[in-house]
């Protein structure tokens, strides 16, 4: 399994509580080169705080996260 993926796993994983607590949710679809697919909802979808994307580029700067 790719480096990326099992860290954006990790990271989202220790984020969920935050999304949980906020009726929202985030999960890792696949990690090619160096994008990233995430899958949001609840009030993850229309929310305009980057909390993921921040959390993910604080430990992988260089990756290009796409939200679905």
Avoid: Q
Wanted: glycine letters at 8%; one cysteine or more.
């Amino acid at each position: 399994m790719d480096k990326s993926y099992i860290l954006i796993t990790e990271i989202l994983n220790s984020i969920a509580p935050l999304l949980k607590a906020h009726k929202g949710f985030a999960e890792l679809g696949e990690v090619k080169g160096n994008r990233a697919v995430i899958y949001c909802g609840g009030h993850c979808i229309d929310c305009s705080d980057k909390c993921i994307e921040d959390a993910i580029k604080e430990k992988l700067p260089d990756i290009e996260i796409v939200f679905l």
